[in-house]
């Protein structure tokens, strides 16, 4: 039976930095991983140089305890332990990355690099039949996806779920990368449209009248419905190393639909426009 709580694991680059140490008999402390202490120390030993070595140990007492204090606010600040295992200080190098205006810039010019334009998404380019190709080497695809979980669903039909989840997480090896991707977005009118031209070309009486009604109808649908009422729309891509291992993925999929559905009851294969379009909502959103 699967759990109802997960741990975040620990990473895969791990290392004897990450040992934790306590220092304290009894547990009365909690223990702190070595890379924490190690901190620590650099930053008394910094401190201690600053003071005495630099242009700071001619300032008066009253700069130099300010001083003091700030670093040691800092110090405790940047050496805070997230849930990942990952000291705060670690983001500073990203954060002076992303100073600089170059790069929070990235040029569309026809005459401009298009590789950083690329390194956006990271698709090199989509075949028609939706095969993409990312900029890694890796090559995947994109679904249409409709679940069934729910927050109105029963216990029962929860821990079933989550147990049909969890045996589907199992047969995944580490070839394949499933990435869900949920948005809010206009509701897809196109399969009503689809049947309405249907009911159109199936007319055995050809009314000028009916057509104005029918004209009207599909205007609803697309300019009421299909721009004024949202839903949520779930996307799933499968990255996988190469064609092979995509394919083994693609069949774990289909398998679970067809045998079960309590974890995607249907999936629709996207194609290349299809899969366009939807990055296309994902970035302009995010603009």
């Known amino acids: 039976m699967s759990k109802s709580h997960y741990k975040i694991p620990n990473s895969l680059d791990r290392s004897l930095l990450d040992q934790e140490i306590s220092l304290s008999k009894g547990g009365a402390v909690r223990p702190i991983p070595l890379k924490v202490i190690l901190f620590y120390l650099c930053s008394l030993l910094g401190l201690f140089w600053v003071i005495s070595s630099t242009f700071v140990k001619n300032a008066n007492a009253g700069l130099i305890f300010l001083f003091v204090v700030w670093w040691v606010a800092a110090t405790v600040y940047f050496s805070v332990y997230s849930k990942t295992k990952e000291l705060r200080a670690m983001g500073v190098p990203a954060l002076l990355n992303y100073m600089p205006k170059a790069s929070r810039k990235v040029m569309t010019r026809s005459t401009s690099n298009a590789s950083e334009f690329y390194g956006i998404a990271g698709v090199r380019r989509v075949d028609h039949d939706g095969r993409i190709e990312f900029l890694d080497g890796t090559v995947g695809q994109s679904y249409l996806v409709v679940g069934s979980a729910s927050i109105l669903v029963f216990e029962a039909d929860m821990r079933a779920m989550l147990d049909r989840v969890d045996s589907f997480y199992r047969k995944i090896d580490t070839s394949a990368e499933f990435i869900w991707l949920t948005m809010k977005e206009p509701q897809q009118v196109l399969t009503q449209l689809a049947n309405m031209e249907r009911r159109n070309l199936d007319l055995e009486v050809r009314d000028p009248e009916l057509f104005a009604l029918m004209d009207e109808q599909a205007s609803i649908l697309t300019d009421y419905v299909g721009k004024r009422f949202s839903s949520i729309h779930q996307y799933l891509i ?39 379009t939807m990055m296309r909502k994902i970035y302009a959103s995010a603009d």
């Open 238 to 276: 499968i990255k996988a190393d190469n064609d092979e291992a995509l394919r083994r993925n693609q069949s774990l999929l289909y398998a679970e639909v067809q045998d079960s559905g309590l974890m995607v009851k249907t999936c629709a294969a996207l194609d290349g426009p299809a899969f366009t």
